[in-house]
């Protein structure tokens, strides 16, 4: 039986699509129309025999063919990315700016960057370690490129992983016991101030906040001095402390949603193309 060839360009679409989160948002990605757009993943599905995609009116889910297919398509795409390059390629060159919150810096961007600069080393890049409250804002206005995000809201980025949040405590000393609970948060406009003042509500726990630093490393030695407990990101979670749960009286806590967002001002700029492309690749098929 034969079978319809796949298009490079069918496949950019798709993959576009599903990493913007909708038809309107990928349009300007692929530099194509939003019925041009439309109509690619039309092809693709009748030349495929399956639908992919379940669109609504506000949203879209892929289907189990869909998510099938898009480990493929993003093979495909890398594979026909680096046969252009050994081929046609030149030295990519600019300057990037780059932001992510401490907790992510380590645990996820030190793997992207390690891909990335020896490949383009002639890319400068400039990092700023900041809360995603403040990342957020600065992507906007086109002060950063791009940033590795805690996001509230979907346009804020496209969505990489869930990052499960942990409540911490040093094994030294018993705070939890304490009544009212003593906590240290970050800012007030945190989602993880928000999540563990959320929780403790849930309980009818009462607390106190004794500590407010928007410094991971602040955090962490308000717990290590017993001083209070604190919500982390698991992934920053230092191990000489002790995760808490339901046997301490604290319940579970809301994930963060983990997203790259990148400016408009960014939009057609090689290097941040680049960057980006490689952090969705990278997070979205390393992190469970």
Not at 117 to 143: F, K, M, W
Request: glycine share 6%; proline share 6%.
């Amino acid at each position: 039986m034969a079978y319809q060839d796949l298009q490079i360009d069918w496949l950019k679409c798709f993959v576009a699509v599903v990493d913007a989160g909708s038809l309107s948002a990928a349009a300007p990605e692929v530099h194509r129309s939003q019925s041009a757009v439309s109509m690619q993943l039309k092809k693709l599905e009748t030349a495929l025999g399956h639908r992919l995609l379940e669109r609504g009116p506000r949203s879209q889910q892929l289907t189990p063919e869909g998510q099938r297919l898009l480990g493929y398509a993003r093979r495909m795409l890398d594979l026909h990315a680096e046969t252009q390059a050994a081929f046609h390629g030149r030295v990519l060159t600019g300057h990037i700016c780059l932001g992510v919150p401490d907790d992510y810096a380590a645990r996820y961007l030190t793997p992207v960057l390690k891909r990335f600069a020896p490949q383009h080393g002639a890319v400068e890049i400039e990092l700023s370690c900041e809360q995603s409250t403040a990342l957020i804002p600065r992507v906007e206005n086109g002060d950063l490129d791009l940033a590795l995000v805690s996001r509230e809201q979907p346009r804020h980025g496209t969505l990489l992983f869930h990052e499960p949040m942990v409540w911490v405590g040093s094994p030294e000393f018993p705070t939890w016991r304490h009544d009212p609970l003593p906590i240290a948060v970050y800012e007030s406009a945190s989602l993880a101030k928000r999540s563990a003042i959320n929780s403790l509500a849930l309980q009818g726990r009462r607390y106190r906040v004794v500590y407010n630093s928007s410094s991971l490393a602040g955090q962490i030695a308000a717990v290590e001095s017993g001083l209070a407990v604190a919500v982390l990101t698991r992934c920053s979670a230092p191990p000489h402390l002790e995760i808490l749960g339901g046997k301490h009286g604290l319940g579970p806590l809301e994930p963060m949603a983990v997203a790259a967002y990148r400016s408009q001002a960014s939009q057609g700029n090689e290097a941040v193309d680049s960057l980006y492309q490689l952090l969705i690749r990278t997070l979205r098929s390393t992190v469970d």
